[in-house]
């Protein structure tokens, strides 16, 4: 059945639900699909994907939320029945990637039509969050607390799950442990404090720009360090030399394969474990000399912080309401839907650590 709803272009059908867009965040992967450099950008799109939202109207079959909830959008959704959830080992949900990929819905038709033309346009990332209302299948939202101010929570949808997640899922960073975070944007900010919950012991901030400092410092770094003050010193030297031998993690949050490299290398002989955060360029490689995993370093990577976004986006609200997570720190600005190419234009200048689209 098709349920009907006040905007007649946009509807949802089984197991799917709109939702009503309150705020969105501008992330970099939204600016590197609107570049035309991601080979997966398929266009005309509605971009945007770290959203959240009212429940306005589900589609028959739906069971995990009524019209009314609060939901933060997913990119990776949670099924909890393919191979992928069910491994327990990964939160890469594999339900809908296809289609997603394709950006269409899981039935292979869009939701999504341009008012003027008639034409229809593609989904992006699940998501397309710079619209007011988005349609998605039940398994890609996750229910949060009505409690909480969905205006802040829509950083729940990417950069704060990743860069926290990183530390906690991935990594399992433990308490006393040394880490260090290569970029320090909304991503590595979110490391630094998934560090410090942690319970880490020195948290070393590492960026070209040391007008970053500030906020990393404020967010627990314990202490920051510039690679241009050492000349053509490779910066993995430096943080060797400054840790005794290294660090028991170290995170690119950049999205540079050079710096993924010294991130590796920056990490501990016998333990130290590298994890690969930021996104590369498609077709880029990465290298290091293997006797640096011979030797007991170790190298990941993570998507969403392996984050399970049903399961635990739910918790990080409630932590965030208890007083222990920080997310309203991370929004420099707030923009009308129409600005958001000044929101852009911002991100790209370095001026926000969040800039914030609020419907
Ligand atoms: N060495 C150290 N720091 C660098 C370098 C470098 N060679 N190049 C850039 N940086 C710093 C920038 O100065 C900036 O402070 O990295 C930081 C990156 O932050 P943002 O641009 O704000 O990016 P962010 O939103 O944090 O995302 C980081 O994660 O999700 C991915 O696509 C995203 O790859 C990007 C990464
Ligand atoms: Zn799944």
Not at 231 to 256: C, H, K, N, W
Not at 265 to 281: F, N, P, T
């Amino acid at each position: 059945m098709q349920m009907q709803s006040s905007r007649p272009d946009v509807f949802v059908l089984r197991r799917e639900v709109r939702v009503r867009l309150t705020a969105t965040g501008v992330c970099h992967t939204d600016a590197y699909t609107l570049s035309g450099k991601d080979p997966e950008g398929a266009f005309p799109c509605v971009l945007g994907h770290e959203g959240a939202g009212v429940v306005e109207s589900v589609g028959d079959g739906v069971e995990s939320v009524v019209v009314g909830d609060h939901v933060v959008l997913l990119y990776i959704p949670e099924c909890r029945n393919c191979k992928f959830c069910k491994s327990g080992k990964t939160n890469l949900c594999g339900a809908i990637r296809a289609t997603q990929g394709k950006g269409v819905m899981p039935d292979g038709t869009g939701r999504l039509t341009d008012k003027a033309s008639g034409k229809s346009l593609l989904h992006f990332m699940g998501t397309s969050t710079f619209c007011e209302y988005a349609v998605l299948p039940e398994i890609s939202v996750a229910k949060v607390d009505t409690a909480a101010p969905l205006t802040s929570l829509c950083l729940l949808g990417c950069g704060i799950p990743t860069g926290v997640g990183a530390v906690r899922n991935t990594c399992k960073v433990e308490a006393g442990a040394t880490v260090a975070v290569f970029g320090l944007g909304g991503v590595g900010l979110s490391v630094v404090q998934g560090a410090v919950l942690a319970g880490a012991s020195r948290i070393i901030g590492v960026d070209i720009d040391s007008g970053k400092f500030a906020n990393a410092l404020t967010f627990g770094a314990t202490e920051c360090v510039n690679p241009k003050d050492y000349g053509s010193r490779p910066i993995q030297e430096v943080l060797v030399e400054m840790t005794d031998g290294g660090l028991d993690y170290t995170f690119e949050a950049i999205g540079r394969t050079e710096t993924m490299r010294s991130a590796l290398e920056a990490a501990h002989k016998g333990w130290g474990m590298s994890c690969i955060i930021g996104v590369a360029g498609a077709g880029e490689m990465i290298q290091t000399r293997p006797f640096q995993l011979v030797t007991g370093r170790r190298w990941v990577g993570t998507a969403y912080g392996g984050t399970k976004g049903r399961t635990e986006v739910p918790q990080l609200v409630q932590e965030y309401m208890d007083g222990g997570l920080k997310i309203d720190e991370y929004i420099t600005k707030k923009y009308p839907l129409e600005d958001i190419n000044q929101a852009f234009k911002d991100m790209h200048d370095g001026k926000l650590i969040r800039g914030v689209i609020v419907y």
